[in-house]
């Protein structure tokens, strides 16, 4: 188990299947805009949909600020796109089914649980934010944007 990524680290690279079973490749995303990754336990179950829809609600914020935002969990293609469709979520949903990426960015919980982790990576690939936990859920999308703003602003 790696340990958390944080604030300073560069962001790891990974290619990992989307929703629609394409390629998503980190590289292609750094140095085009900022990244919002959050890492979720489990899609439908009652926090992460709450998060999703925090996600949805604000997407519109996060672009204005120049951000993409990509939810990472270890569920499969399939469960990825059926939690996407059924809750209209506007951003890419990635499907780490090994927790490859997961074990990357260190976004464990507690006894190597899958975490709630979120982390702002700049235009540039560097991490500017790192939050992790588990029993706030809408924290990890308000916060994000927080940092956005801030980063913007400079």
């Keep these: 188990m790696s340990k958390m990524l944080e604030v300073g680290d560069k962001a ?3 290619v990992l299947p ?3 079973g394409r390629n998503f490749d980190m590289a ?3 140095g085009q805009q900022a990244i919002v990754l959050y890492f979720f336990p489990k899609s ?3 926090g992460c949909t709450m998060e999703a829809h925090e996600f949805r609600d604000m997407h519109e914020q996060f672009q204005k600020e120049g951000a993409e935002v990509v939810g990472v969990s ?3 293609v ?3 796109k059926r939690f996407k469709v059924e809750h209209e979520l506007p951003f890419t949903l990635l499907a780490d089914v090994d927790n490859k990426v997961r074990d990357m960015y260190g976004a464990w919980g507690i006894a190597h649980t899958p975490g709630r ?3 702002v990576i700049d235009k540039e690939g560097m991490i500017r934010f790192v939050l992790s936990s588990n029993v706030q859920p809408k924290k ?3 916060e994000g944007l927080r940092i956005l703003k801030e980063i913007s602003a400079k």
């Design 12 to 14: 790891p690279l990974f």
């Design 18 to 20: 989307d929703q629609d």
């Design 28 to 30: 292609a995303h750094v």
């Design 44 to 46: 439908f179950t009652s």
């Design 74 to 76: 270890g569920d499969n």
């Design 78 to 80: 399939a469960t990825q």
């Design 117 to 119: 982790v979120t982390f």
């Design 140 to 142: 990890h999308v308000h």
